[in-house]
């Protein structure tokens, strides 16, 4: 499994897995703006040293299976960096590879060497749960709170 952060020529490929993600998240119901998707992948991409778009490829076809979008971001009330994920996500198929680990192994580098303090990951898309939950304490993540949704009409 190789890991690598996207360019601009990967956005087809983000866009695919994103779609995906989409797809198998309770995020489904909503509808899919493709230019809007366009847009963040390109905006995330091209600003590197406050987001990043890491890619995780299967070493055989350089097929994208995973990724991991986040940023770096300063909390309202204090000067300290922290590093937030918008979206990770790994193939059904390619779950218990090492994508995940390495994507996430990456995500901390490219947050260290950005001096973020501390590194934000949330799961608020219903995927799988309870084996995310045991991954990220695997992974020595401490859980500090919950995410609620109440569907309006």
Same mark, same amino acid.
């Given at each position: 499994?190789?890991?690598?952060?996207?360019?601009? !020529?990967?956005?087809? #490929?983000?866009?695919?897995?994103?779609?995906?993600?989409?797809?198998? =998240?309770?995020? =489904? =119901?909503?509808?899919?703006?493709?230019?809007?998707?366009?847009?963040?992948?390109?905006?995330?991409?091209?600003?590197?040293?406050?987001?990043?778009?890491?890619?995780?490829?299967?070493? $055989?076809?350089?097929?994208?299976?995973?990724?991991?979008?986040?940023?770096?971001?300063?909390?309202?009330?204090?000067?300290? $960096?922290?590093?937030?994920?918008? !979206? /990770?996500?790994?193939?059904?198929?390619?779950?218990?590879? #090492?994508?995940?680990?390495?994507?996430?192994?990456? /995500?901390? $580098?490219?947050?260290?060497?950005?001096?973020?303090?501390?590194?934000?990951?949330?799961?608020?898309?219903?995927?799988?749960?309870?084996?995310?939950?045991?991954?990220?304490?695997?992974?020595?993540?401490?859980?500090? !709170?919950?995410?609620?949704?109440?569907?309006?009409?």
């Amino acid at each position: 499994m190789k890991i690598r952060l996207a360019e601009i !020529g990967d956005i087809d #490929s983000v866009y695919a897995i994103c779609v995906r993600f989409h797809e198998e =998240s309770r995020f =489904s =119901s909503y509808p899919l703006n493709p230019d809007k998707l366009r847009k963040a992948i390109a905006e995330s991409i091209q600003t590197s040293k406050a987001s990043c778009v890491l890619l995780a490829e299967h070493n $055989r076809n350089d097929v994208v299976v995973g990724m991991l979008a986040g940023y770096v971001t300063s909390p309202r009330f204090t000067d300290v $960096r922290i590093a937030q994920d918008h !979206g /990770f996500y790994v193939l059904p198929e390619y779950r218990g590879s #090492s994508a995940a680990m390495k994507l996430m192994i990456a /995500f901390r $580098r490219w947050a260290e060497n950005r001096q973020a303090v501390e590194l934000c990951i949330n799961q608020n898309v219903s995927i799988d749960q309870a084996r995310f939950n045991r991954f990220m304490h695997h992974l020595d993540f401490q859980c500090c !709170g919950a995410n609620f949704v109440l569907p309006l009409r």
